[in-house]
């Protein structure tokens, strides 16, 4: 009985038509990549806002998020320093949640976490994401590295303010915060405005910036 195999010609027809494929694939891949990378950022920041201001209202407290370049300090600090490819205003560095504490000669700093002079602010939650050089950016344009909530729940110790969650090489960010001036658009980035009461929700870009708070 004879048996026929495939001819070179035939097994380099299969492998360019499997390199078109492949080659066709990968982009589609990676948007989903970039897509799946920023939703899971966003909603991982916006779950955070959101336990800390249920945190303020069962605690009877103020609760405030900072952005820190160690999340896993004993003692962290809220921080807009440099740090590799994460700049100032990149919240991926990490950031922590925790509850305002202290005794009357506490002088209460919403921006900062304070272990002294009569302060013990209580840590709740530690977050850090930051990787490579490609990766998820979240920057803001708050002018403070911090966000807090009063125990009813309102945003009482910044002004109304939005954060900007995009993916690509760090430390430029693909879609900008109202008001910084558009560093180009991608469909794929989010937007968490925030208002002076406490609300949040999720937005997409328009021309390049977030929208207003």
Same mark, same amino acid.
């Given at each position: ?69 160690? *999340?896993? #300090? &004993? ?10 490819? $994460? ?5 991926? %560095? @990490? ?12 002088? *209460?700093? #919403? &921006? ?10 209580? $840590? ?5 994401? %930051? @990787? ?35 993916? @690509? ?45």
């Amino acid at each position: 009985m004879h048996s026929r195999g495939f001819t070179l010609v035939e097994v380099l027809v299969v492998i360019t038509i499997s390199a078109i494929l492949v080659a066709a694939a990968v982009p589609a891949f990676q948007w989903t990549i970039t897509r799946n990378r920023i939703s899971d950022a966003t909603n991982l920041l916006l779950s955070n806002f959101e336990y800390a201001r249920m945190e303020a209202t069962r605690r009877g407290n103020n609760i405030s998020i900072c952005r820190t370049d160690d *999340p896993n #300090a &004993a003692v962290p600090v809220c921080s807009s320093a440099v740090v590799g490819t $994460v700049d100032g205003n990149d919240w991926a %560095a @990490g950031w922590v949640v925790f509850e305002k504490r202290g005794n009357a000669a506490c002088v *209460p700093i #919403a &921006a900062q976490f304070q272990s002294a002079g009569g302060c013990a602010d209580e $840590v709740l939650f530690r977050q850090q994401i %930051a @990787g490579g050089a490609a990766r998820v950016m979240i920057h803001t344009n708050l002018g403070i590295e911090a966000v807090g909530f009063q125990p009813r729940g309102a945003g009482g110790f910044i002004n109304p303010g939005t954060f900007a969650i995009t993916y @690509g090489t760090a430390p430029t960010p693909a879609v900008a915060p109202r008001a910084l001036g558009a560093i180009g658009l991608t469909k794929a980035g989010r937007c968490i405005p925030l208002t002076l009461i406490g609300s949040m929700k999720v937005a997409q870009p328009g021309t390049g910036t977030c929208p207003a708070a």
